[in-house]
């Protein structure tokens, strides 16, 4: 039996593609957002870390 049969069994499995699509665009989206609002000195403190002496 092919794993396709399996998951036609499972009772509102249609959900759950939407579901995953609507978090993934929902996270890049608000990434996005955040990278584009955020404070342009706390990007240039971020992007200097992995050069910091400590």
Known sequence: ???I???ER???V????LT???IFVGF??????WV????????????NIPF???
């Open 1 to 3: 039996m092919k794993f």
């Open 5 to 7: 049969n399996y998951l």
């Open 10 to 12: 499972i009772t509102g």
């Open 14 to 17: 249609g959900i759950f593609p």
């Open 20 to 22: 995953s699509l609507l």
């Open 28 to 33: 890049f989206t608000v990434l996005l957002l």
């Open 36 to 47: 584009l609002k955020a404070d342009k000195k706390y990007m240039e403190i971020l992007k």
């Open 52 to 54: 910091e002496d400590k």
